[in-house]
């Protein structure tokens, strides 16, 4: 049987070692206790909450009285979104944000609050200037939303121009940092990020837990978060509802993971990932890479023009990746972060992500791309046949 290769941790990462020994006790019926109790179960849990809300601030370099747990970074922009644009004030986005932040433009836009999404350039970037032009043009100051790294081409933001360029606007920035955080990129202290968007289980943690941690940019003051719910004091009541204590205390232990190996995993994955893309480009000719080169680690996204992506990987099922975004491989149409970064629709069908991670190794990196170069080769995407038809078969035995 045929082993699979998963280099899709852009869409999900797998648990850290430790993470779930550290989540099971507290799933165990020993461990009942409802955190926000006042009895001695309620304070171990509310205990082990508060140590996990530390390891998670410590990973964005923030206070832990900055971090709201939300259930993922979905709720965390949404709750940054729609509860800190300033009151009548106007919103901008980039192009390349997640669904889940370009999603809450329409109810913007219905509460009274203009929305401007900036363009990016070819490699998805936004530019500064760009953006303090549209601020200039504005009658009040702004909430500015621009994620640290992209999930679909790995472009990374330059966040301390653009929160600067906003503070000097009176405005508040911030950013979905689900993908970069775990690689040690972000520092929203240093940066002069207000509000920062986190995910756990794009850094070794569960699903269903994320963060919003909320700073002060640099301003002194707080943000005033309008909560999304009048009911429900936890959280100081930004953001109510029980507190899951097993999926905190796994988070938490994923950040502390993330914190300390983030650098020398990062150089080793970035490695992997310029193997791949060597081995790839090699092999087929007309092969683009998508988005900066000095991107997420882990982040590969290449284009043939002509391939049929998604046939592709429906004929190499044991390889887990993803045709643009995962999260949006259920809707036909093209990549809006392709589509931003000048890409064709065509160009977008013919995409394909490649997510590494911390537990990718070399010789699953030279298996997916035997894989990838072999099934090209053999026109196993069909659309090859017409595109490719002078292609010589890869000795590389396919996958069955
Ligand atoms: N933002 C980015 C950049 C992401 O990659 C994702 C996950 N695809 C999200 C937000 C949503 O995160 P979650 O699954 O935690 O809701």
């Known amino acids: 049987m045929t082993t699979p290769i998963y280099l899709d941790h852009l869409a999900s990462t797998p648990l850290a070692p430790g993470v779930l020994d550290a989540m099971l006790p507290w799933l165990s019926a020993a461990a009942v206790g409802n955190p926000h109790a006042a009895h001695r179960p309620g304070w171990r ?3 082990a909450i508060e140590a996990a809300r530390a390891e998670v601030a410590a990973l964005v370099g923030a206070p832990p009285g900055a971090v709201l747990f939300t259930s993922g970074a979905t709720e965390a922009n949404t709750l940054a979104l729609l509860g800190a644009v300033p009151p009548g ?24 609050h203009p929305v401007t999404v900036l363009p990016v350039d070819g490699d998805g970037r936004v530019d500064p200037d760009r953006l303090a032009a549209t601020l200039a043009r504005l009658p009040t100051p702004a909430l500015v939303s621009i994620m640290a790294a992209n999930n679909e081409v790995g472009t990374r933001q330059p966040l301390a121009e653009l929160a600067a360029v906003t503070r000097a606007r009176g405005g508040r920035f911030h950013s979905d940092a689900a993908q970069a955080a775990g690689w040690g990129m972000v520092d929203a202290t240093g940066l002069g990020l207000d509000l920062v968007s986190l995910s756990g289980h794009k850094l070794g943690g569960p699903m269903g837990i994320g963060a919003l941690v909320i700073g002060d940019g640099g301003m002194g003051d707080g943000v005033a978060l309008r909560p999304p719910s009048p009911g429900g004091g936890q959280q100081r009541g930004l953001r109510p509802g029980t507190l899951p204590t097993a999926l905190c205390v796994g988070f938490g232990v994923a950040c502390r993971l993330a914190r300390s190996h983030a650098a020398a995993d990062a150089r080793r994955v970035a ?56 999260c949006h491989s259920d809707a036909a149409e093209p990549s809006h972060v392709l589509r931003a970064l000048g890409r064709s629709a065509e160009e977008a069908h013919g ?17 997916a791309a035997d894989w990838v170069i072999a099934a090209i080769g053999d026109g196993t995407a069909d659309t090859l046949r017409d595109i490719l038809p002078a292609r010589a078969s890869s000795p590389t035995p396919r996958k069955g």
Not at 309 to 320: I, R, S, T, V
Not at 359 to 366: G, L, R, S
Request: aromatic content about 2%.
């Open 45 to 47: 849990a509310a205990e």
């Open 89 to 112: 004030g106007a919103c901008v986005l980039s192009a390349v944000e997640h669904a889940s932040a370009l999603g809450c433009a329409p109810e913007l836009r219905r509460r009274g």
């Open 271 to 326: 490695g992997l990932r310029d193997r791949l893309w060597a081995r790839l480009s090699a092999a087929l000719p007309g092969l683009r890479r998508n988005g900066a080169p000095d991107g997420l680690p882990g982040c590969l996204s290449v284009t043939l023009p002509g391939l049929d992506a998604a046939d592709l990987l429906l004929g190499l099922p044991d390889l887990a990746a993803a045709t643009g975004s995962a």
């Open 351 to 367: 995409t394909l992500r490649f997510g590494l991670g911390r537990t990718t190794t070399a010789e699953e990196v030279e298996r």
